[in-house]
């Protein structure tokens, strides 16, 4: 089945200690999202590349990078992670992007990283 | 701004219907997406409606009006697997995917 993988599901980092999500869909969409998710929240959007192009959010901090090696494959790096990255973590793609069809987001199961 | 309402939380009971209201003011409107999100889970798709009118999928229905930046979610013959979070979400001009808070539904027996 076509599908949205996140590993690890749950993931536990030291204060400050750097920590890397990865992402990867069989789906062949152009486009890959990155978002954080804290309870009770709307999911944020961190950044997006459409195909290799990355597009990163204005309030998005430094402290996030992100890598997207192949189509297939998106990883989010948390240079230096705080407390308050504590979060879900989720990944999405879309077909086209930018207008093209309905540019509905498909998700992954997320990652839930916890700070200590 | 932007803007995406919805109420924080509904309760309803087992077999009955209940509808999940959102408003929006985005700039620009490129359609509106309802997803579902089950506690510690990803959002699933749910509908996506880019022209007035109601569409119907099995017992979940969606509704838009484009000028009054509205839409509700219609949820039918209640289940208590559908206790989970309803999220609406517009693409704005940029198509940039807008999202609400999530209305939380619970469902009793």
């Known amino acids: 089945d076509a599908m949205v993988i996140q590993n690890p599901r749950y993931q536990v980092t030291q204060f400050g200690k750097p920590v890397t999500l990865s992402c990867s869909q069989t789906?062949?969409?152009?486009?890959m999202y990155w978002y954080q998710q804290k309870s009770s929240q709307a999911p944020k959007l961190l950044f997006h590349?459409?195909?290799?192009?990355?597009?990163n959010e204005a309030d998005t901090p430094d402290n996030f990078q992100s890598r997207r090696p192949n189509t297939s494959f998106c990883f989010l790096d948390i240079r230096s992670p705080g407390l308050g990255d504590a979060a879900m973590y989720l990944c999405a793609t879309s077909r086209e992007g930018r207008g093209q069809g309905t540019d509905t987001q498909y998700f992954g199961p997320g990652t839930r990283l916890t700070v200590l | 701004g932007q803007n995406i309402d919805q109420p924080t939380e509904m309760t309803a009971t087992e077999g009955a219907i209940v509808q999940i209201n959102c408003t929006y003011q985005t700039s620009g409107f490129n359609g509106l997406f309802w997803y579902q999100q089950h506690a510690g889970e990803a959002p699933t798709f749910l509908s996506y409606?880019?022209l007035d009118g109601l569409e119907e999928k099995g017992r979940f229905s969606s509704f838009l009006s484009r000028s009054k930046g509205y839409s509700y979610l219609l949820l039918k013959e209640l289940q208590m697997k559908d206790s989970a979070s309803y999220l609406c979400a517009v693409l704005d001009s940029n198509y940039q995917l807008i999202w609400g808070a999530g209305t939380k539904l619970i469902i009793k027996p």
């Open positions: 590349y459409y195909d290799k192009d990355f597009n």
């Open positions: 789906l062949n969409h152009n486009v």
């Open positions: 409606n880019v």
